[in-house]
């Protein structure tokens, strides 16, 4: 299958991801979810699918190649189901808590016994760090935070980072006090291709990417850092503190809890690809497609795309990001679609998933 290009490379038997690094805010603008749409979705965690849920789609199917995560995103389903948004930001890690484990335990119960099993060998985790902090990548995080980061910023510096200020103002503190020559050398060396692979991602992921990671996180962090308000960041909250503080994920506000909890009915989660969708006759109105063409070679990508195209309705709508590997419609099918670039331009700025490179919109003729 096109989309298996990665798992001839990569492993899938662990969490890669245990919350979706994603801005689902751009998202929704760009896929437009409206009633009776049926919305398909890259699974990872779940958060993203959930957040389109919440917009009244007739249904979301969320595919992933890890059957690890979607284990994540069935807890997050019961989790809704069970607990109230308090309790479940607690259970997910986006609060203190000293009581995950008794709330993992009431969700475990009514998972499949093979979930329950997963879940138990995570349990320990899941109480130190929420669900959404045991995650290979949070992992990262979690080292270059507690390792790397107090040799660098003291927790003063860090919690005035997070002060709600004017753009002015932003750009002279980071220029005076964070974007010190500790910083920048850490940046080398912590967000080299050959750190990221063995900490965060599966070193397979960079097979096709160009140009240097660490100079591509700079500059994307003064974006975060300045461009941006800090304080309203909940990605940059949770890698700088291990929690999403006052701001959080579009799926995990609060106006939105209960809208999903109504709607887990429309949710279908699927271990399958895109072509698999597209040979059972599936159409679909709009694609979140992450960034699974990052890690595909050309060839792989255009058969990926296909795939996609023929899963999709005319007038469909396709999102999707790039990291480091420039990736849109394969030029053999560029004739097929239509890329959005007001919109773009629109939302690129707005992206609190800050370590993006570029954001993509196209729709079906």
């Known amino acids: 299958m096109a989309e298996t290009d990665i798992a001839a490379r990569a492993t899938f038997d662990i969490i890669r991801y245990a919350q979706v690094w994603e801005d689902a805010d751009i998202l929704v603008a760009a896929l437009r979810p409206k009633a009776g749409d049926i919305v398909v979705s890259i699974a990872s965690a779940g958060d993203n699918a959930l957040a389109l849920l919440a ?15 979607l284990a994540c995103l069935r807890l997050r389903v019961e989790a809704y189901r069970t607990h109230t948004h308090e309790e479940f930001l607690e259970l997910l890690g986006s609060r203190v808590s000293g009581r995950r484990r008794h709330l993992l335990d009431q969700v475990a119960e009514k998972l499949s016994p093979e979930d329950q099993k997963f879940w138990a060998a995570q349990k320990e985790e899941v109480v130190k760090f929420g669900v959404g902090g045991i995650g290979k990548f949070e992992r990262y995080f979690k080292t270059f935070r507690e390792y790397v980061l107090p040799f660098i910023h003291n927790r003063e510096t860090i919690d005035e980072l997070l002060r709600a200020r004017e753009p002015a103002d932003r750009a002279a503190f980071y220029d005076r006090y964070w974007n010190i020559w500790g910083w920048r050398m850490m940046l080398k060396v912590f967000f080299s291709k050959t750190v990221m692979g063995k900490l965060g991602r599966d070193p397979a992921f960079f097979d096709h990417v160009k140009g240097s990671l660490p100079d591509q996180v700079a500059g994307l962090t003064r974006k975060a850092l300045v461009d941006q308000d800090p304080a309203d960041n909940p990605y940059l ?94 030029a053999s099918m560029a004739a097929r679609v239509k890329t959005n670039t007001e919109l773009e331009a629109k939302l690129k700025p707005l992206d609190k998933a800050f370590f993006y490179s570029d954001f993509v919109i196209e729709e079906v003729v």
Not at 55 to 69: F, H, K, M, S, T
Request: aromatic share 8%; with cysteine.
């Open 55 to 69: 917009e009244g789609p007739e249904r979301v199917i969320a595919v992933d190649l890890n059957p690890v995560q």
């Open 237 to 330: 909250h949770w890698i700088l503190r291990g929690s999403h503080g006052a701001a959080l994920p579009r799926a995990l506000e609060l106006e939105r809890f209960e809208t999903i909890r109504d709607r887990l009915d429309r949710l279908e989660i699927r271990l399958c690809t895109v072509e698999t969708l597209a040979e059972e006759g599936v159409k679909a109105d709009a694609f979140n497609l992450s960034d699974i063409f990052e890690y595909m070679s050309p060839e792989a990508h255009e058969k990926a795309y296909g795939s996609i195209l023929a899963a999709a309705k005319p007038g469909a709508r396709i999102a999707y990001w790039n990291m480091m590997a420039p990736r849109r419609a394969p």
